[in-house]
Every structure is written in structure tokens, then in C-alpha cells.
């Protein structure tokens, strides 16, 4: 990943980081979050409510992140964020009443956006256009493989934890599914978070580029062009609303779905983040032989094929390969979307682009979360999936007409 158009040493730093951060923040949780509310005795409405709560965090953040993140520094951002979601994460293990757990999770989302927003100026930093690609693909397979190996290791952690210390689950009928457990393997997330940090110190601000003298003017709000920004946007959206309906509740289908234990589901959603991992690696040449747009319309397409076969599996071998398919060719989507509306615009709308195209997405899968819940004991997973087939088919459809004319303001669009 070298090359002339790459800093090496603050990004080997950053990549570090970005691992840590995914095995104790994604990867762990993403498996025992979920089973510590059933086990703290609450239903799929209330799952889903705390589900949504860190979208609205997001969704406070967005705009005064991506419209100050110039001044303050994206590896600042970055860090503080870090520090956040770590200690919200740890609320959440250490204070499981109803009222906490919504606290915990709303300052979640709000510290987890102020990073997911300067991430993709960060990155676009780091290298140069034509090696932005092969960076976000690197970055990709270097987070998703740490979120796969945590999720992994996470399915696991309760039993570990309960072999470990069975002082602490003394006369607990099945103490390896129980809320200490669950709670103790999520505390060790947070402190895994929060190990994350150090890299970050490493980066120097003198190893960053300086933006160019015109990039670094200040434009009232007013003159920014907001109703372009918004369309740029869009798609992540509807990609928000179908991320929204399923990525909080993979665990919950397979175990319900298929009546599978933690170790199990574990294992499952880790090899759903390899695939995640790997198959956006195929981007730099889908990118060569389609482009970057054409090669979004045909991932997402197969993604809403695969979401369409989740819904019909008959059984657990055929929904693992639906499954597969069907988040790995969908996680396309932001390597590909992020440096096509990057480079669309010129630097100093940038961090306000990521953090519209944010706002967007937090609305669209605090929706989602909003109501999964509900049609999950309304209607059950498989009308779920089915849905999310038709919003990401949708989102293909979007991309393709946005950005139909690569790199210049699209039709019927004004600033």
C-alpha cells in the first residue's frame, strides 16, 4: 500500500488504531449487545428503541462536526471521539437501568458520529486521488477483519468470563447468557476502545498536508450549496433506512431464526465481516473496468438479490450464503460513495458534505431501528429482509441517476 501518493507512517498508525477500535467497539458488541438486553428482560420494542437512540446523538452532531472540523482537525476529532464512545460503552455494561442505557447510548452516537465524520476528510488526506481507493479498500478489510475477529472472540467472551470468575454468576441457572456476563464482555470492549488511543498520539500534525491556501477560505453558511449537498447525499439516506432494519439485529434473527447459540452466532457475524472485508478489495477493479458508479449500481443490485434470498432461506446453510452475499456486496457502498462525493467537491465543502451525507444516514437508520422492533413481532425477519431488498435495489437506482454525469453537478441541481 506504499507508493508515492501515500504517508506511510501516519497512516500505519492510523490503520493500527482503526483495528483496535473495531474489535472492542464493533466486533464484540455487535454479538453480546443485543443478548444483554434480553437478558436484562427487555423485548424486541424496547431493543429497538435502544437501538435508535445513538442515531439521534448522530444526528446533533453532524452538522457543527462536519462545519468545524477544519478548524479544530480531523486527527483531533478522530481522537476525542474516541475517548466518547469508549466511556459510553462503558456506561452501558456498568449502569443497566432503562433510563442509563438510553443515555449511554445516545452519547454513543453522538461521540461515535463526530468520528465517522472526519474520517473520510482524514483518509482523503492521506492520500493522494488516484491511490484513494486502495486506501479506503485497505482501510475496509483492516476494520472489518478486526470487527470479524472480535465478533468472533465475543461469542465466546461470556463463557470465557464465566470459567474465569464463577464467583460472579454463583447460583445463575445458565450463567454464561447471563446479564454479568454479557456485561463484563462489554466493559472489556470499552477498555479494548480506549487501547485504541495510542496510535492516534503517534500522528503529528506536521505529517498532515496543509490544505491549499484557497481550500482554507471561510464561506458564510448561507453561500454554501446546501440543496447540492443534500443531493449528493441522498442516497445514504435509504442506504441508512436498510443498514438500520438489520445490522442491530443480525444476532437476534440467527438465534431466533435458527435457535443458535452465542458461540455460533459469533461465528457468524464474524465471517459476515470477512466477507464485508474482502469483497470491497475488488473495488480498485470494479472501479477500473465499470467505474466507480456503474460498479455501485452492480454490488447494490446483488446485495438486494441476497437480501431477497435471506428472506426465502429454507435453511440455515442456504441463509449463510444469502447472508454473505448480501452484506458484502452492500458494504461496497462507502468505500466507493465516500471519495466519489469527495471528489465532486472542492476541499472546503468537504467535511460539511460528510457531515450531511451523515445527518442523512442517521435519519434513515434511526427510522429503520425505530420500527424493526415492531415489524419484527408484527411481521417477523423475513418481511424485514424483504423490505431492506427493495431499499437497497432503491439505492442503486439513486446512485446511477446522481451521479449519471461523474464529477459535475447534477442535473436540475442550483446552489
Not at 444483554?36 to 452532531?61: D, K, M
Not at 472526519?118 to 479506503?136: C, G, H, K
Not at 451523515?358 to 418481511?383: C, E, K, L, M, R
Not at 429482509?385 to 446512485?399: E, G, K, N, R, S
Amino acid at each position: 500500500m506504499g507508493g508515492e501518493g501515500v504517508r506511510s507512517r501516519p497512516l500505519a498508525l492510523f490503520m493500527l488504531h482503526s483495528a483496535v477500535y473495531h474489535f472492542g467497539l464493533l466486533g464484540i458488541p455487535d454479538v453480546l449487545l443485543n443478548f444483554y438486553f434480553v437478558s436484562l428482560g427487555y423485548g424486541p420494542e424496547t431493543i429497538g428503541l435502544l437501538q435508535s437512540l445513538p442515531r439521534i446523538g448522530g444526528l446533533l452532531t453532524g452538522l457543527p462536526v462536519g462545519l468545524y472540523a477544519d478548524r479544530i482537525g480531523a486527527r483531533r476529532v478522530i481522537f476525542f471521539s474516541t475517548i466518547g464512545v469508549a466511556a459510553s460503552l462503558l456506561m452501558v455494561a456498568l449502569f443497566p437501568s432503562l433510563l442509563m442505557l438510553g443515555i449511554s447510548r445516545f452519547l454513543l452516537g453522538m461521540f461515535y458520529g463526530a468520528g465517522q465524520i472526519a474520517l473520510a476528510p482524514f483518509m482523503t488526506s492521506l492520500a493522494q486521488q488516484d491511490q484513494q481507493i486502495r486506501l479506503y479498500a485497505w482501510h475496509n478489510i483492516i476494520s472489518l477483519g478486526a470487527a470479524a475477529l472480535g465478533s468472533f472472540a465475543g461469542g465466546y467472551l461470556p463463557g470465557v468470563i464465566v470459567t474465569l470468575f464463577p464467583a460472579l454468576v454463583v447460583g445463575i441457572a445458565t450463567p454464561a447468557q447471563s446479564s454479568i456476563a454479557y456485561g463484563a464482555g462489554l466493559a472489556l470492549a470499552a477498555l479494548l476502545t480506549f487501547a485504541s488511543l495510542p496510535p492516534l498520539l503517534g500522528v503529528r500534525d506536521h505529517e498532515l498536508p496543509l490544505p491549499p491556501a484557497p481550500s482554507r477560505q471561510r464561506l458564510p453558511l448561507s453561500s454554501l450549496p446546501w440543496r447540492r449537498l443534500i443531493w449528493l447525499g441522498f442516497p445514504l439516506l435509504l442506504f441508512g433506512f436498510s443498514g438500520g432494519l438489520t445490522f442491530p439485529f443480525y444476532n437476534l434473527f440467527f438465534r431466533t431464526t435458527f435457535d443458535l447459540g452465542d458461540a455460533t452466532v459469533g461465528t457468524i457475524l464474524g465471517l459476515g465481516w470477512v466477507g464485508m472485508a474482502l469483497v470491497p478489495m475488488l473495488n480498485p477493479f470494479w472501479e477500473r473496468r465499470f467505474g466507480r458508479v456503474r460498479a455501485l449500481g452492480i454490488t447494490l443490485t446483488t446485495a438486494a438479490i441476497g437480501f431477497l434470498a435471506l428472506s426465502l432461506a429454507p435453511t440455515l446453510g442456504v441463509a449463510l450464503i444469502a447472508y454473505a452475499v448480501a452484506i458484502s456486496t452492500r458494504n461496497t457502498m462507502q468505500p466507493l460513495f465516500q471519495p466519489l462525493v469527495m471528489d465532486s467537491l472542492p476541499e472546503y465543502e468537504r467535511a460539511v458534505a460528510s457531515s450531511v451525507g451523515f445527518v442523512q444516514w442517521n435519519i434513515g437508520w434511526f427510522a429503520a431501528t425505530s420500527v424493526s422492533g415492531v415489524w419484527q413481532a408484527a411481521y417477523g425477519f423475513d418481511f424485514i429482509m424483504q423490505v431492506v431488498a427493495v431499499f437497497v435495489f432503491v439505492t442503486a437506482l439513486v446512485v446511477l441517476y446522481i451521479f449519471r454525469h461523474p464529477y459535475a453537478k447534477p442535473v436540475g441541481v442550483t446552489s
